[in-house]
């Protein structure tokens, strides 16, 4: 079977400072085999019809909440939106890293927590359901305080809109 990036421990913190310090060529060139058995078919698809989506996320919100809202003003369940502009505080990413256990293909980095404002440039998330509740994923790219980009997974229940982001979609 097929096994998940993220398991359901508790995240691991980390300093935010450490994800400048350099890594060497051998931690990042090497070969990613996915466990499991892959599907039959390589591409699985479903007709479906779309609706342009043009909003702005509201502040004081959580990411998933903000999102859920603009959807659900729109009468959708999911979708998929770009980001752009405003900023999110506070703010939680993760980010490649190697797995602790040979049992991931790959895996991700302890929680990161910049401090301050983080500026989006650009993003893309994706909203819908799995077993039931809401399931999202969100991969940006932002300055932080110290205006240096950055980019990664964005943990969409931990990450606060700060000011409004304009979101387009379908």
Same mark, same amino acid.
């Given at each position: 079977?097929?096994? /998940?990036?993220?398991?359901?421990s +508790?995240?691991?913190?980390m300093e935010?400072?450490?994800?400048? *310090?350099?890594?060497? !060529?051998?931690r990042v $060139?090497? /070969?990613?085999k @996915?466990?499991?058995v892959? !599907?039959?078919?390589?591409v699985q698809?479903?007709e479906a019809?779309?609706? @342009?989506v043009? +909003? #702005?996320?509201e !502040?004081?919100?959580s =990411?998933?909440? &903000?999102v859920?809202s603009v959807f659900?003003? @729109? %009468?959708?369940?999911?979708g998929?939106l770009?980001? *752009?502009?405003?900023?999110f &505080?506070?703010f939680?990413?993760v980010?490649?890293? =190697?797995p602790?256990?040979p049992r991931? &293909?790959?895996?991700?980095? +302890?929680?990161?927590?910049? !401090? %301050?404002?983080?500026?989006i440039?650009t993003g893309a =998330?994706?909203l819908?359901?799995?077993d039931? $509740?809401p399931?999202? #994923?969100?991969h940006?790219?932002?300055?932080? +305080?110290?205006?240096?980009?950055?980019?990664g #997974?964005? $943990?969409?229940?931990?990450?606060?809109?700060?000011?409004?982001? @304009?979101?387009i979609?379908?």
């Amino acid at each position: 079977t097929r096994t /998940s990036a993220r398991t359901t421990s +508790a995240p691991r913190e980390m300093e935010h400072d450490k994800i400048d *310090e350099p890594v060497s !060529p051998e931690r990042v $060139m090497r /070969s990613i085999k @996915q466990p499991g058995v892959g !599907p039959s078919e390589r591409v699985q698809w479903i007709e479906a019809k779309g609706l @342009q989506v043009a +909003a #702005h996320l509201e !502040p004081g919100l959580s =990411l998933l909440d &903000a999102v859920q809202s603009v959807f659900a003003a @729109q %009468g959708l369940t999911s979708g998929v939106l770009r980001l *752009e502009g405003g900023a999110f &505080a506070p703010f939680a990413y993760v980010i490649p890293a =190697l797995p602790e256990t040979p049992r991931h &293909a790959a895996y991700y980095s +302890a929680t990161l927590r910049p !401090p %301050g404002l983080s500026r989006i440039r650009t993003g893309a =998330l994706t909203l819908g359901y799995r077993d039931g $509740m809401p399931f999202f #994923h969100c991969h940006a790219f932002w300055t932080g +305080a110290a205006g240096i980009l950055r980019g990664g #997974h964005v $943990m969409p229940e931990e990450t606060f809109v700060a000011e409004p982001i @304009q979101v387009i979609g379908i």
